[in-house]
């Protein structure tokens, strides 16, 4: 496990602990020898977990579309920015960095690039950690939602214990270190 996808806000949120969180997993990461690769942005969460793997002595890589360039401000003092076409492109060169995946708070940008790795591997394509860190009990909806799921017949359980949950972010990587790997559907 050497390289870690973090996928997050450009905002900030409503509470500090958001930020203060976010600069504790970068932290964290580079204390565990680990690299991170996001969407190369200097703005909100995105910024802070960027600048505490740099402040920490990490690696980082950034993977941004010429589109947001400017909107989502290009953080230009990482070990390496990529700067992509699409978003497309920007999810698939992070998903090939990656080794693992954690989802921050963050809005829809957010959710739907981590429900895309996550999609992929109960599905097979990867056999890689997908996790929530579980600020503020952000994802608390969502896992209940997954619960919701299961209970109507549209999930297995088994999708839902794929997904890594911890509230800090040290024990979250300490599971990320531990797993195992994934159920892989039998077609």
Known sequence: MKTIAVYC???KGIDPTYIEEAEKLGKVLVDNGMDLVYGGATV???GAVAD???NA????IGVIPEKL???EIAHQQLSELHVVSTM?????LMAEYADG??????GSGTLEEWFEVFTWAQLGYHNKPCALLNINDYYSPIISLFDHMIEQGFVKAEYKDLIVIDRDSK???????????????KW
């Open 88 to 92: 497309h492109e920007r999810k698939a």
């Open 9 to 11: 806000g450009s905002s």
């Open 171 to 185: 024990e979250l990587v300490n599971k990320l270190k531990k797993y195992e790997g994934a159920y892989i559907h």
């Open 69 to 71: 360039k400017n909107v």
């Open 52 to 54: 505490a793997v740099m």
């Open 44 to 46: 909100g969460c995105m």
């Open 101 to 106: 995946f954690i989802a921050l708070p963050g």
């Open 57 to 60: 002595g990490g690696k980082v």
